[in-house]
């Protein structure tokens, strides 16, 4: 059974809101809930059914749609999940649903080759490849860097839409360094893409400047009242990361003019696939190379210096040479010890 636009808001609200372990959800409050993504999506204004959020209900229950949702009802009145772990966007897409998906596929692949949908080829590439491997079960005939076992992918299209929609934000985040979990208040404003992992850049409620945090690091997040989002309303994000390798940054933070020698073996290389936008050739010869980029010092920058091991060294500036100098220190000793 193929689903159409509208039901599927409606499940996708009530999944997201008993997915939230945070409130008790009566059938009034999913019948609210769902009504405002329908005017917010569509521009519904007519509201929903009583009996329509009955049957959308009962619908998920079902294996119908092959959601088999473990919906149940607590003192008689409230909603929830019994797994607290499951969503129905874990759930199989069914056959004619994967042939719309299909259909659309080869829609985009129409457009492939105008300038505006550039960006675009590689999602398609593995739009079909992703589809092909689903429903046909054939051989995998191209691969992107990908890790299968990755933390926190789940979340990006909700907070796409939280972001979209100027929504703040409940999350549970777990820093590396943390023991436990902590819960905070975000204005949700970027989510950006760095060595395939997946970051979102937004302010704190309590704080003044943008922090960054790692998706695979939410635990979880609860949508708020829109009442309380602040909008971003500082640089254009696009000139934000200009001057920076990776997704460590401050709004403090300015870009130095960083000096860097290639030995002749990596030159090719690095001529083929600078290291930043910025790089600028400075000298050429028998001895390798030397370049210049104009980033900001972080620890991306660092790793990125120490990923070309002993062929490469710092010239300038001090600060970053010695922090370099340091960290190859600190390994030689963990091999001479």
Known sequence: MATNKLALIRYKT?????????????????IEKVADSL????????????????GDIQMMRSDRLGYNAPIIVIDRKFYTYEDDQYSI??????????????EIVALLKQFNGFNYFDEMSEMIARLENNLNKSSDKTKNHIQFESNNRLKGIEHLTPLYQAILNQT???????????????????????LKEYRNRWFLITKPKK??????????????????????????????????FDDTIGVTKTQK?????????FDPYNSPYVKTKPLH??????????????????????????????????????LSPKRLADSIKRRLEKANLKYNS
């Open 89 to 102: 966007t874990n759930s199989p897409i069914n056959t004619m649903d994967m042939e719309k998906m299909k």
């Open 39 to 54: 005017y917010e999506y569509e521009g519904i204004t007519s509201g929903i059914s009583k009996r329509t959020i009955q």
């Open 207 to 240: 704080g003044t400047t943008l922090i960054t945090l790692a998706l695979d690091r939410i635990e979880a997040f609860y949508t708020l009242s829109k009442d309380l989002y602040i909008p971003y309303e500082g640089v254009d994000f696009d000139r934000y």
């Open 168 to 190: 703040p934000l409940l999350i549970e985040y777990r820093s590396f360094r943390a023991k436990e979990s902590k819960q905070d208040i975000y204005h949700p404003y970027l």
């Open 14 to 30: 009530i999944d997201n809101c008993l997915r939230n372990r945070f409130r008790k959800w009566t059938l009034e409050d999913l």
């Open 253 to 261: 933070d300015r870009a130095c003019r960083v000096i860097l020698q």
């Open 277 to 314: 936008h910025s790089q600028q050739l400075v000298k050429e010869d028998e001895n390798g190379l030397i370049i210049r980029i104009d980033v900001v010092l972080n620890f991306e920058l660092e790793r990125e210096i120490l990923g070309f091991g002993e062929n490469i060294k710092v």
